[in-house]
């Protein structure tokens, strides 16, 4: 029996001794604690100074630092947001340029589309060469004649082009046949 309580004693003994950590380590992991809520509690009250709350116990060194601080704060505040701005128009410009390239480019493109797509443009000269010593002027898409090109009709009537005189005010006659173009009526 005595050898029996005798390792009853030891079993209990011995795990009561794992149980237990170092109490080095115990001390450490406290006095570590310690530190970290005091630096919790300073950071906290600095926080509240520099909201502008809890400064009545504060000296008037401690509220000259505490302006000097802030001054620096605000000043690099100001830079940074002076750097973004700056940055953010560089951005800017360089996305105008690039539409104002992309629009120059499409501008030419549709040029170069509307002069493909038209018609060749009349030339206007007048039919005696570069003198200009006569009257009429003609329209056409071929480049200019020679001087003797053109020859005078003469007094034969029957080449000249007949007008014939319509009074607005009456309503069209029929065309031969009865038939009226439907733009007409």
């Not at 115990?26 to 950071?43: D, F, G, H, I, P």
């Not at 003469?154 to 005189?165: C, I, K, Q, T, Y």
Request: charged share 25%; hydrophobic share 30%; net charge negative.
């Amino acid at each position: 029996m005595l050898k029996t309580l005798e390792r009853y004693q030891r079993h209990i003994y011995a795990s009561q001794d794992a149980a237990e950590p170092p109490s080095d380590d115990m001390q450490n992991n406290y006095q570590e604690y310690v530190n970290l809520k005091a630096r919790v509690e300073v950071l906290q009250h600095s926080q509240r100074n520099l909201l502008g709350e809890d400064l009545a116990p504060l000296s008037t060194n401690e509220l000259e630092q505490l302006e000097s601080q802030l001054d620096r704060t605000l000043k690099q505040i100001r830079s940074r947001k002076t750097q973004v701005l700056l940055d953010e128009l560089c951005d800017l410009k360089r996305k105008e340029q690039m539409l104002q390239d992309a629009n120059s480019s499409l501008k030419r493109k549709l040029d170069e589309i509307d002069v493909a797509a038209a018609p060749p443009q009349p030339v206007c000269h007048d039919g005696y060469g570069s003198g200009g010593g006569g009257g009429g002027v003609v329209l056409s898409n071929e480049p200019p004649q020679p001087e003797d090109f053109f020859q005078a009709l003469g007094r034969d009537l029957s080449l000249h082009p007949a007008f014939h005189v319509v009074d607005v005010n009456q309503p069209p006659a029929p065309a031969p046949g009865g038939y009226l173009p439907a733009w007409m009526t």
